[in-house]
């Protein structure tokens, strides 16, 4: 799919999905023949993380980072564990556990936010 279908697929903008390509988070599968980025499913959903990654604060490093892990993981043998396979794991773990910290960051700042507009309410009642 060319990147249209795929900003509207993400809900990212051209301009950010060509800063992720330029950045490395994200390569075209391919090209066409007039030099249109083309993109697969694998693609769309590389752009997923990033997407779901960058309201957690999650640095382009991060990013890279966990992707690296989680390319690796996939394209390692299941069954063999001497590849470094638990250091992957290990990886994608410490990811998994700073985004549910970051996501009860986000909602004690959603809760006082949440507070601060009943106060407001509550101003313009009086």
């Known amino acids: 799919m060319q ?17 992720y390509e330029e950045t ?39 990013m890279r980072d966990l992707l690296d892990a989680t390319d690796r993981l996939d394209a390692a043998d299941p069954a063999a564990e001497g590849d470094g396979r638990a250091e992957l794991l290990r990886r994608v773990r410490e990811y ?9 960051e986000l909602r004690v700042q959603l809760a006082r936010a949440e507070d601060f507009a009943a106060t407001l309410r509550n101003r313009l009642q009086r």
Do not use: C, N, W
Not at 30 to 50: C, P
Not at 96 to 104: M, S
């Open 96 to 104: 998994e556990q700073a985004a549910v910290e970051k996501i009860e």
């Open 24 to 62: 490395g988070l994200v390569i075209p599968s391919a090209r066409s023949q007039g030099g249109f980025r083309l993109y697969t499913e694998a693609d769309v959903a590389r752009l997923m993380v990033i997407r779901r990654m960058k309201p957690l604060g999650f640095t382009l490093d991060e």
């Open 3 to 19: 990147i249209g279908e795929v900003a509207s697929r993400t809900e990212l903008s051209l301009r950010t999905i060509r800063h």
